[in-house]
C-alpha cells in the first residue's frame, strides 16, 4: 500500500508560454494580442473583448467625473495615471490591483491637500520642525489615518470627504495587510474604492465649469503657479 500523498498544483502560473517555452520562437511568430490578454486576465477570469467591456462599464458609473485634470507632472504621474491604471486593472480582472493603486492614490490626495491648504503657525505656513513639534511627525511620514484625522480636524475637509478616505484606508487594509481575508466581496469593494478616490480627487482638484470655463480649487491654482504650470492668457491674441 502506497503512503504517497498527492496535490493539486498549478503548472507554471507565472510563465507567458507564447513567449518561455523553447518552441516559442519569437522570431517566428509573436504572441497575438489575445494571448496577451489571456496572460493579463487571471486564469479564472475570461479575456474576451465582450468580458472586458463589460468590466470596464461596471468601474466606469463614478457620479464624479475627473475630466479636465491639469497636466502637471505629480498629478498626472501620482494621481491620475494610477487611477487610470486602477481602472484598466478592474478591465483585466486584477481586482487586488485596483485596491492597493486607488489605497496610494488616497495618500497622494491625502498628502496633495496638506501642501495646498498652506497649515500656518503665526501667519506663517508650518516648517517640518513644527509639523514634528505639533504631530509629532512631518505630516507626509505620518500614517493615513493620522493625516486624515489631522485633515478633518482642522475643517480642512467635510465629513464626506472624511468617510471617503476611511473607505479606502479601511478596504485596503483588509486585502492587503490580512491573510485571513477572502475576496468574494472584492470585486464590489474593488469599484467602491475606485469611486471614493475619484471622487476625493475631483474635490481636491476642483472640476467645475462656468460660462465654458474650467473653475479648479482656488489652493489647488496656487500650488500650478508655484510650478509654471498655470500661464496668464493675453486677451489681445487671437
Request: hydrophobic residues 40%; contains cysteine; charged residues 25%.
Amino acid at each position: 500500500m502506497s503512503n504517497d500523498r498527492v496535490f493539486k498544483a498549478y503548472v507554471n502560473p507565472l510563465q507567458f508560454l507564447e513567449i518561455d517555452e523553447p518552441w516559442a520562437s519569437r522570431f517566428d511568430k509573436m504572441p497575438t494580442a489575445e494571448d496577451v490578454l489571456k496572460f493579463a486576465c487571471p486564469p479564472s477570469i475570461k479575456s474576451d473583448l465582450e468580458s472586458l467591456t463589460s468590466r470596464y462599464c461596471e468601474i466606469s458609473n463614478e457620479q464624479d467625473r475627473l475630466f479636465a485634470p491639469p497636466a502637471e507632472d505629480r498629478i498626472l504621474n501620482k494621481l491620475v495615471w494610477p487611477l487610470r491604471h486602477a481602472k484598466a486593472s478592474y478591465m483585466f480582472g486584477n481586482y487586488l490591483a485596483t485596491v492597493a493603486l486607488c489605497g496610494m492614490v488616497g495618500e497622494m490626495l491625502a498628502l496633495l491637500i496638506f501642501d495646498i491648504s498652506d497649515f500656518k503657525i503665526n501667519d506663517k505656513v508650518m516648517s517640518e520642525k513644527e509639523q514634528k513639534s505639533l504631530f509629532g511627525s512631518t505630516f507626509e511620514k505620518l500614517n493615513q489615518q493620522r493625516r486624515v484625522a489631522i485633515l478633518r480636524s482642522f475643517n480642512i475637509m467635510e465629513d464626506n470627504i472624511k468617510s471617503a478616505f476611511d473607505l479606502i484606508r479601511t478596504k485596503r487594509r483588509k486585502y492587503l495587510h490580512f491573510w485571513s481575508q477572502d475576496h468574494a466581496s472584492l470585486p464590489p469593494d474593488a469599484i467602491a474604492v475606485y469611486q471614493a478616490a475619484v471622487s476625493i480627487a475631483v474635490n481636491v482638484i476642483g472640476q467645475n465649469t462656468q460660462d465654458g470655463k474650467i473653475v479648479l480649487n482656488p489652493s489647488l491654482i496656487k500650488y500650478l503657479e508655484r510650478h509654471g504650470v498655470i500661464e496668464t492668457q493675453d486677451d489681445t491674441k487671437n
